[in-house]
C-alpha cells in the first residue's frame, strides 16, 4: 500500500499551488482500477498516520496534507500574512 | 451579566420558554460555580453568547464563521467548528465548536446517563446543548479544539457513546419510538435503526460519499420521523394482509362509549361522532362501508392511509404480516428543488439480521459513489439518471406502483438488448426492398 | 484554568482509543413499564392535552406526560428534568423528535401530580419552563435550527422567533381545538437544517442579496478554487481584479445566478452574505409528512418576505397567528392545512387569510414550476 499513499500524497502536493482540498471523489479517479472502498482504506490510513486530515464545511467533507491551507492558520487564532 | 441585553430581555416575556432565559439561568450556574470546577473553557462563555446574540439583534446579522475543523483524531465527522467574529468584545465564544452526540434510538434516557453527559459538558464545555438536533443527535453547542478529544475520550471511555456524523458520510440514523410505546408499530424500528448504526460505523465515522446520507425508520405511515421527507433512505412500516376489526368497539365509537381519534379533537365540539362522514366518506381508495351494524373492509382496496385506525384505534389495528416499504431520494429544496422519497420497494419484512435491507442500501452505495457528482444526493442523482437506473442498481423489476401515473412522452430509449437483432441493421437487405 | 486531562494524550493519540461503537442500545434505559410490554401495546388514548395513556395486551397502562422543552437546552434544565424524573418516573425520561420531553409512568396520580409540577415551574422572568401540552389537534414544539445563536449562514434567528411565535400560538400548544395537528417549524436559511418543507406552517430565513467580495482579503483568507466549486450554481468563477492599484487574485459572482444556498461563504468567509436589509423569512404553509389521507406534500410559499424585526417579530407573529386562525375557523374537522387550502382552491386562501398574492409567489425555478401554473379555464373571478 506505500505506493498507493505515495501517488495520493504527490496528488495533494502537485495540486497545492491551487487548492489544498479534495474530494473523495478525486481520489478515484487516480486509482481507475480499484473499487471505492479500497481507495477510502488507503485514505483512511494516512489519515490515522497523521499525514492526511479531514476538512468540513459542515456538510460535506474534504481530504487535505495535515498543516496545509490557508484556513488552518487563521482557524487557530493567528491571524493571516497580510 | 457581563453585558446590558435589552433586545434580548424582551425574550424573557410571554410564556413559552425563553432560551434567554436559560442562558441566564446558565451563565449564572457558572459565575456561581456550585461544584467548585476547574472550567475548561471560560467560565463566562454563556455571557459572552448573550452579548454576542444582543449584538445579532442590534445588526440583524450574524456574528458566526464556519471552520473547517471535523472531528476527533480519525474521525471526518461529528464536530462543527464555529468562530465568532467580534472575538476581541467576546472572547469566551471566539472559538465556539458543536459536537453531535450519538443518541439512543426512540430517545429514551436514564437520568443516570444524562447527568453524566450534563458533568462532562459543565467542565469542558459551555453548557448549552440542543435537545436535539434535527438529525437525531445529541448537540453540544460550544467548546473550544483542545476540549474536543477529551470530550470525546470521557464519552467513550467513561459513558460509552460516541459521536455522531456529519459531512460526507452516513449521519446518525434516527428511528421513531416504535414498538416502545405505540401499537401502530409494524416493525421494530428502534432495533434496526440500532443495527445498521453499528454495522455501518466506518460510513458514519470516515466520509467517503459524494454528500450526506440519512436514514430514517417510520414505523407507521403516519410518519412522526418525517423519513419519507428527510431521509435518502425511508423506511415505513406497513402490512400486506387485513385491518383487524373489532366490531364491538366499532359500535362503542358509533355509540360515544369510545372518544373518536384517541381524544386527539377533544378541545372543541366537533358534535356527535359520525361514522360515515368522518371515516368511510374520508378513506382516500373508498375501500370501507357501515350497515349500521358492521364495518366492512375491502381490504384488497386499502392503501393503508391509517385514518380509519388512527381515528377508532380501539377498533382497528394493523394487520399482522407486517414488514416495510422503501422509499428513497427524500431531501430539503437546495438545489434542484426538495424530493419527497419515491416508492422503491413496497414491501420488506424487516427482521434480524436485515440482511435484505442491507443489500438495497449497499447497491444503492455503490452506485451513488461511483456515479454521483460531489454534493450529489441521491435524490439528484435518481433524477439526473432516472428511476429506472435505480431500479436497475438494486434489481428490481418496475412495477405500476413505482409512479403515480406512466410517463406522458414517448421519450423512451430502449436498450440495444431489448430490440430484436440489437442496432446493427444489414443495409443491403434494407435496399433490397427500397431505392435510395 | 489548569487544563485537566481525560486520560487522552495526544502524543499518542490512538493508545487505548475507543471508536465506532456508536450510541447506547435503545432498550438499554428503557422505564420498566415500556420494557415489559415492548411490542405488546393495544390503544392510546389522549386523557387530556399532554397526557396520553397507552394501554398493552398485559392490561398495564403507561401514563406519559408531555411538556415541551427549548430545544436550546442548558444542563441546568437538563438537570431539573433529571430531578423531575428521578422524583417521579424512576429516573427514566425521553424526548420526542419535536423537543419534546415525555416522562412516562404507571401511575395515573402519579403523571397527574407531575403535570402539576410542570406546569408549576417558571424561569424569575415569567416564562414557563416545561409547559405541558403539545398533543392532538394542536401545535406541537416547532423543530428549528441555530439561527443567530451558532450558524454562519443564517437570515435570521431561530431560537427568537420560535419564542414569539409560540408566544402568539401558546394556547393551541395547550389545547387539541383545532381541525388536525398543525406542524411549525422554522429554518433560518433556504438550506433547511430544519428540513421545514414538508411543515404545515415552515417559516424560512431567506437572503436577498448575494455576497459582498472581499477583495483585499479574499487570496489571503481563501483558496479560492474551493468556494468556486462549492457553488452549485455555477455562480461563483475565479477573476483578477485591480485593488488599491495592485493586480489581486479574487472572485466574481454572477448575481441573477445566485441562489443563497451560502455555500460559498462557509468556504470562504470573504464573501460575507448576511445584511440587515437584505435578510428576513418566508412563509410556507401546507405541507404535511403523513400518509393519512391524502400523499405527503411540500409546503408552499405564501408570504415572500417579512423583515426582520427583533426582538420580537410582530409582523410575522400576526401573520403567522392570522394563518392559524382562519384555518381554525374553515377547514373541517381531521383537514390538514394544506388538505383545506387545496380544497377550498389556493385563490380562496389568499381571500379568506387577506394574505396578498405577489408575483413572487409564482414558481419559475426550474422544470417543477410548470406544473404549478394553470393550466385549465377553471377559476374563480
Redesign the interface.
Known amino acids: 500500500m506505500a505506493d498507493e499513499k505515495e501517488i495520493i500524497v504527490e496528488y495533494f502536493k502537485s495540486k497545492a499551488k491551487?487548492?489544498?482540498?479534495h474530494y473523495f471523489k478525486d481520489f478515484l479517479e487516480l486509482f481507475p482500477d480499484k473499487k471505492p472502498r479500497e481507495v477510502k482504506k488507503i485514505l483512511s490510513d494516512l489519515v490515522?498516520e497523521g499525514v492526511v486530515d479531514y476538512w468540513s464545511?459542515?456538510?460535506t467533507t474534504?481530504y487535505g496534507l495535515k498543516g496545509l491551507?490557508?484556513?488552518e492558520e487563521?482557524e487557530e487564532g493567528e491571524q493571516?500574512?497580510? | 451579566m457581563k453585558f446590558e441585553t435589552p433586545?434580548?430581555?424582551?425574550?424573557?416575556?410571554?410564556?413559552?420558554?425563553?432560551?434567554?432565559?436559560?442562558?441566564k439561568?446558565?451563565a449564572a450556574?457558572r459565575a456561581a460555580n456550585p461544584d467548585g470546577l476547574?472550567?475548561?473553557i471560560p467560565q463566562d462563555c454563556?455571557e459572552d453568547?448573550l452579548g454576542l446574540?444582543e449584538l445579532?439583534?442590534k445588526?440583524?446579522?450574524?456574528?458566526?464563521?464556519?471552520g473547517g475543523i471535523v472531528g476527533v483524531?480519525?474521525?471526518g465527522g461529528g464536530v462543527i467548528g464555529?468562530y465568532c467574529d467580534q472575538p476581541e468584545m467576546f472572547p469566551g465564544v471566539a472559538h465556539?465548536h458543536?459536537m453531535r452526540v450519538?443518541?439512543?434510538?426512540?430517545?429514551?434516557?436514564?437520568?443516570?446517563?444524562?447527568?453524566q453527559?450534563?458533568d462532562i459538558?459543565?467542565?469542558r464545555g459551555s453548557?448549552?446543548?440542543?435537545?436535539?438536533g434535527?438529525t437525531?443527535d445529541i448537540v453540544l453547542?460550544?467548546t473550544t479544539t483542545?476540549q474536543l478529544?477529551?470530550?470525546?475520550?470521557?464519552l467513550?471511555?467513561e459513558m460509552?457513546?460516541?459521536l455522531g456524523g456529519s459531512g460526507s458520510n452516513l449521519r446518525?440514523p434516527?428511528?421513531?419510538?416504535g414498538?416502545?410505546?405505540?401499537?401502530y408499530?409494524c416493525y421494530?424500528t428502534?432495533?434496526v435503526?440500532?443495527q445498521l448504526?453499528?454495522d455501518y460505523?466506518?460510513e458514519?465515522?470516515r466520509p467517503a460519499f459524494p454528500y450526506k446520507f440519512k436514514f430514517k425508520f417510520d414505523g407507521c405511515?403516519?410518519?412522526?420521523?418525517?423519513a419519507?421527507?428527510?431521509s435518502d433512505f425511508a423506511v415505513?412500516g406497513t402490512w400486506r394482509d387485513d385491518i383487524k376489526i373489532d366490531q364491538d368497539a366499532v359500535k362503542a365509537y358509533v355509540g360515544g362509549e369510545y372518544?373518536p381519534?384517541?381524544?386527539?379533537?377533544?378541545?372543541?365540539d366537533?358534535g356527535k361522532f359520525d361514522i360515515q362522514a368522518?371515516v368511510i366518506d374520508?378513506c382516500?381508495s373508498h375501500c370501507m362501508s357501515w350497515d349500521g351494524q358492521k364495518l366492512t373492509i375491502d381490504n384488497a382496496n386499502c392503501v393503508?392511509?391509517?385514518?380509519c385506525i388512527?381515528?377508532m384505534?380501539?377498533a382497528l389495528r394493523i394487520g399482522d404480516d407486517r414488514g416495510a416499504s422503501v422509499l428513497c431520494g427524500a431531501k430539503?429544496?437546495?438545489?434542484?428543488?426538495?424530493q419527497?422519497g419515491s416508492l422503491l420497494v413496497p414491501f420488506v419484512k424487516v427482521e434480524q439480521p436485515y440482511d435484505e435491507l442491507k443489500e438495497i442500501i449497499e447497491n444503492i452505495w455503490d452506485w451513488w459513489i461511483e456515479e454521483g457528482k460531489?454534493?450529489e444526493r441521491l435524490g439528484e442523482l435518481m433524477k439526473r439518471a432516472s428511476f429506472q437506473k435505480l431500479l436497475e442498481v438494486t434489481n428490481t423489476e418496475a412495477q405500476a406502483f413505482h409512479v403515480k401515473e406512466p410517463r406522458n412522452n414517448p421519450y423512451i430509449f430502449f436498450k440495444e438488448d431489448e430490440v430484436p437483432g440489437g442496432f446493427k441493421r444489414d443495409l443491403a437487405d434494407y435496399r433490397s426492398r427500397h431505392q435510395r | 484554568?489548569?487544563?485537566?486531562?481525560?486520560?487522552?494524550n495526544?502524543q499518542k493519540?490512538?493508545e487505548?482509543?475507543?471508536?465506532?461503537?456508536?450510541?447506547?442500545?435503545?432498550?438499554?434505559?428503557?422505564?420498566p413499564i415500556?420494557a415489559k410490554n415492548?411490542?405488546k401495546?393495544?390503544?392510546?388514548?389522549?386523557?387530556?392535552?399532554g397526557l396520553l395513556m397507552?394501554v398493552a395486551e398485559s392490561g398495564d397502562k403507561?401514563y406519559?406526560v408531555r411538556c415541551?422543552?427549548?430545544?436550546?437546552?442548558?444542563?441546568?434544565?437538563?438537570?431539573e428534568?433529571?430531578d423531575i424524573?428521578?422524583k417521579y418516573t424512576g429516573?427514566?425520561?425521553?424526548?420526542?423528535?419535536r423537543?419534546n420531553?415525555e416522562f412516562?409512568t404507571d401511575n395515573l396520580e402519579t403523571a397527574k401530580a407531575l403535570k402539576a409540577d410542570l406546569d408549576s415551574r417558571k424561569?424569575?422572568?415569567?416564562?414557563?419552563?416545561?409547559?405541558v401540552g403539545g398533543?392532538?389537534?394542536?401545535i406541537s414544539n416547532p423543530?428549528h435550527?441555530?439561527?443567530?445563536?451558532?450558524?454562519?449562514?443564517?437570515a435570521t434567528?431561530s431560537?427568537?422567533p420560535?419564542?414569539?411565535v409560540?408566544?402568539a400560538l401558546?394556547d393551541e400548544?395547550k389545547?387539541?381545538?383545532?381541525p388536525a395537528?398543525v406542524r411549525v417549524s422554522l429554518a433560518c436559511c433556504?438550506?433547511?437544517?430544519?428540513?421545514v418543507?414538508?411543515s404545515d406552517i415552515g417559516l424560512v430565513g431567506i437572503h436577498r442579496k448575494p455576497p459582498m467580495i472581499d477583495h483585499k482579503?479574499a487570496d489571503?483568507?481563501?483558496?479560492i478554487?474551493?468556494a468556486v466549486?462549492?457553488c452549485?450554481?455555477a455562480a461563483v468563477r475565479p477573476t483578477k481584479v485591480e485593488f488599491e492599484g495592485q493586480k489581486v487574485n479574487s472572485i466574481a459572482i454572477k448575481e441573477d445566478r445566485y441562489?443563497y444556498?451560502g455555500?460559498c461563504?462557509?468556504?470562504c468567509?470573504a464573501l460575507p452574505i448576511?445584511?440587515?436589509e437584505g435578510?428576513g423569512i418566508a412563509i410556507m404553509v401546507g405541507?404535511k409528512?403523513?400518509?393519512?389521507?391524502?400523499f405527503?406534500?411540500?409546503s408552499k410559499v405564501v408570504v415572500a418576505y417579512i423583515p426582520?424585526e427583533?426582538?420580537?417579530w410582530p409582523t410575522l407573529t400576526a401573520t403567522v397567528r392570522k394563518i392559524v386562525d382562519t384555518y381554525a375557523q374553515h377547514a373541517r374537522?381531521?383537514e390538514r392545512l394544506g388538505d383545506w387550502a387545496e380544497r377550498i382552491g389556493w385563490q380562496d386562501f389568499f381571500k379568506l387569510t387577506g394574505l396578498k398574492f405577489t408575483h413572487h409567489l409564482i414558481d419559475d425555478?426550474?422544470d417543477?414550476a410548470y406544473y404549478t401554473w394553470r393550466q385549465s379555464t377553471q377559476f374563480k373571478f
Not at chain 2, 179 to 183: I, L
Not at chain 2, 261 to 268: D, E, L, Y
Not at chain 3, 145 to 154: D, S
Open positions: 491551487t487548492k489544498t482540498k490515522k464545511s459542515g456538510s474534504m491551507g490557508k484556513q487563521v493571516p500574512k497580510d | 433586545l434580548l430581555d424582551q425574550l424573557e416575556q410571554g410564556p413559552w420558554p425563553s432560551v434567554v432565559s436559560d442562558i439561568q446558565e450556574h476547574d472550567y475548561q454563556c453568547l446574540l445579532s439583534y445588526d440583524m446579522e450574524t456574528h458566526w464563521k464556519h483524531f480519525g474521525y464555529r465556539f458543536t450519538a443518541q439512543p434510538s426512540g430517545k429514551f434516557y436514564s437520568t443516570k446517563f444524562l447527568r453527559l450534563c459538558w459543565d467542565l453548557g448549552l446543548t440542543n435537545m436535539h434535527s437525531g453547542i460550544g483542545p478529544e477529551e470530550v470525546f475520550y470521557q467513550t471511555h460509552n457513546n460516541d446518525t434516527a428511528a421513531c419510538m414498538m416502545s410505546r405505540c401499537e408499530a421494530n428502534q432495533d435503526c440500532y448504526t453499528e460505523q466506518d458514519l465515522h405511515p403516519n410518519g412522526c420521523v418525517c419519507m421527507a428527510r415505513v372518544t381519534n384517541a381524544g386527539a379533537h377533544s378541545g372543541r366537533w368522518e374520508r382516500p393503508r392511509c391509517m385514518h388512527d381515528t384505534p380501539r430539503a429544496p437546495v438545489v434542484d428543488g426538495a419527497m460531489n454534493r | 484554568m489548569a487544563f485537566i486531562s481525560s486520560g487522552y495526544p493519540p490512538m487505548g482509543r475507543i471508536t465506532d461503537i456508536g450510541p447506547h442500545k435503545y432498550d438499554s434505559m428503557f422505564p415500556i415492548f411490542g401495546w393495544l390503544y392510546h388514548e389522549i386523557l387530556e392535552p397507552h403507561a406519559t415541551a422543552g427549548s430545544r436550546t437546552m442548558s444542563i441546568t434544565a437538563v438537570r428534568v433529571c424524573a428521578d429516573g427514566f425520561v425521553r424526548w420526542t423528535t423537543n420531553i412516562i424561569f424569575a422572568a415569567g416564562a414557563y419552563k416545561f409547559p398533543t392532538g389537534a394542536g423543530v435550527t441555530q439561527g443567530w445563536l451558532h450558524c454562519h449562514t443564517p434567528d431560537t427568537g420560535v419564542k414569539v409560540m408566544d401558546f400548544f389545547n387539541m381545538r383545532l395537528p433556504i438550506n433547511m437544517c430544519g428540513a418543507h414538508c482579503w489571503k483568507l481563501c483558496e478554487p474551493l466549486a462549492a452549485p450554481m441562489m444556498c455555500n461563504y462557509t468556504m468567509p448576511a445584511d440587515k435578510d405541507g409528512v403523513s400518509n393519512r389521507m391524502t405527503p406534500k411540500f426582520n427583533p426582538p420580537r374537522k381531521y425555478f426550474r417543477p
